[in-house]
Structure formats: C-alpha cells, structure tokens
C-alpha cells in the first residue's frame, strides 16, 4: 500500500464502539485490552485498529494498536505498552474498566500481514511490543495447525518484559516446528543460558533458517531496531523483498 492510498484507503473505515470485555496484565508495563466490536469484518495477522479518545471539552486524541489476537476469534485483543506521559497509554492502562466502550476503526493495513497460503517458512523478529502483531501471526499459525516452520526472535530489556511469556513458551514446548529465542538486552537471571545483549548476526544466522528454504521474515519494533535487523538480514544474504517491516515510532503515548 502505498503513501498515496492510504488515505483513501483508511477514510473508507468507519468509526465504531467495541466494548471492554477484559483486561490482562502482561508485564508490569503492559496490558492486554479485549473488546467485542458492534461489528467485524474479520481481520488479517499483522494488522492494527485506530483508537480515538475524546474528552468532556470536544479534544481528541488517536493512536493505533496492533491486533493481538487470531482472525478466527469474534473478540479484539489489542496489547497496550506504557508511554512516559503518553495521554492515551496512560488512560488504556489506568483508568478503563471492564465494561467501558472504546471508539476505534478497523481492521487498517495490508503490508504487514502473514498469508499462511504462502507457504514459506516464517522468521518473525520482534523488538519489544513489537511482538504485538506477530502474536497475531503465532496464534493464527496455531489455531490453523499447519506445520509451518517458524522462529521467533524476540529482543526484551528482562524476562519480567517479555510479553506473553507463559503463551510463547507453551507454544513453543508443545509444537516441534516452532523456536522462540529471547534475547535479554539488560539483564538476566544468573542461571540464563539463553542469549544475552542486542539480536546480532550470529543470533539470526543461526535461527532463520536456510536461504535455499526461502523464508520470510516480518521485523517489529522501534525504528532502530528494524532498521538494524533488516540490514542485518540482507547482509546475510536473504532477499530484501521477503523482509516486511513495522516500525513503532513515537507518537506521544
């Protein structure tokens, strides 16, 4: 999708109201937000959902999430990160109950998304909340049960950052075609023998597969991280057009 369309495109998705169904605490930084929208035209792995927020006084303010869950639940899961004084992450996370309604649009993007039909092997690398819609693309993975090799590479500042730990490492556990690596960039349990600073060379040499298996990778998170992967991944000698990336940039929280 282009720059040029996605105006047009994005002016087509009306305004609705989905409803807090629940709230899950991820990480101390970071909470999961399940709405049930009036209604869903059913959605992509990858693609996110624009919040609008508007208070007594007429002012607004919009942010886009990432969709967290799989296209065959009815439910949105949407997985909000803490901004330092960031108005809407703030609110998300401190004051919405159960219950409350939420006005957003969606399902918005089509770049980003994982068509299972494909067929390839998947690397999906992921900094930070980064993980968000690459969850979408695991569960959807899941629920489907295709025996699709994937690896996930997930750089977190600790384990206690790692969202959906228990999930990632379930899944992990019971499914032979899956690798989730964590690489702690600050610190670590003294026991870790897992891999420790930034995701470098080696880190993604040895876990993205073959380049005769023809992988495709999707790269999320902040804007130097995806920058610094993907260059990564084209030096090793994969194809630049089977790398998508999604940056998080700052947006005010």
């Known amino acids: ?14 305004w609705q109201i989905g409803r807090v169904q629940a709230i899950v605490a991820e990480t101390s930084r970071v909470k999961s937000i399940v709405l049930q929208p009036a209604r869903w035209p059913g959605h992509q792995p990858g693609q996110h959902v ?3 927020l508007t208070a007594d006084d007429g002012y607004r303010a919009e942010r886009s999430y990432s969709i967290a869950s799989p296209p065959s639940e009815q439910l949105i899961t949407l997985t909000v990160e803490r901004i330092e004084d960031g108005e809407v992450s703030s609110y998300l996370l401190d ?3 159960i219950g409350d309604a939420l006005e957003f649009r ?6 980003f998304t994982w068509n299972q039909t494909a067929n390839h092997p998947i690397c999906l690398v992921a900094g930070g909340s980064g993980v968000t819609p690459l969850m979408a693309m695991l569960r959807h993975r899941r629920a489907l049960r295709v025996p699709i090799p994937a690896s996930l590479i997930y750089s977190a500042r600790s384990l206690d ?3 959906y730990r228990d999930e990632l490492d379930a899944m992990s556990y019971s499914d032979a075609d899956l690798r989730v690596i964590y690489a702690l960039t600050r610190e670590g349990p003294r026991d870790w023998n ?3 600073g930034r995701v470098d060379e080696v880190l993604l040499a040895k876990n993205s597969f073959a380049r005769e298996e023809d992988p495709l990778f999707f790269v999320c998170g902040p804007a130097g991280f995806v920058e610094s992967i993907s260059s990564m991944l084209v030096k090793l000698g994969f194809d ?3 790398i998508k990336t999604e940056r998080f940039g700052p947006s005010g929280g």
Not at 1 to 14: F, H, K, V
């Open 194 to 196: 897992g891999h420790k």
């Open 50 to 52: 624009d919040i609008r």
């Open 106 to 111: 969606g399902p918005i993007g089509g770049y």
């Open 240 to 242: 630049p057009l089977a």
């Open 161 to 163: 950052d790692i969202i």
């Open 95 to 97: 004051e919405l109950q």
């Open 1 to 14: 999708m282009t720059a040029i369309d996605a105006p047009r495109l994005r002016s087509r998705i009306e």
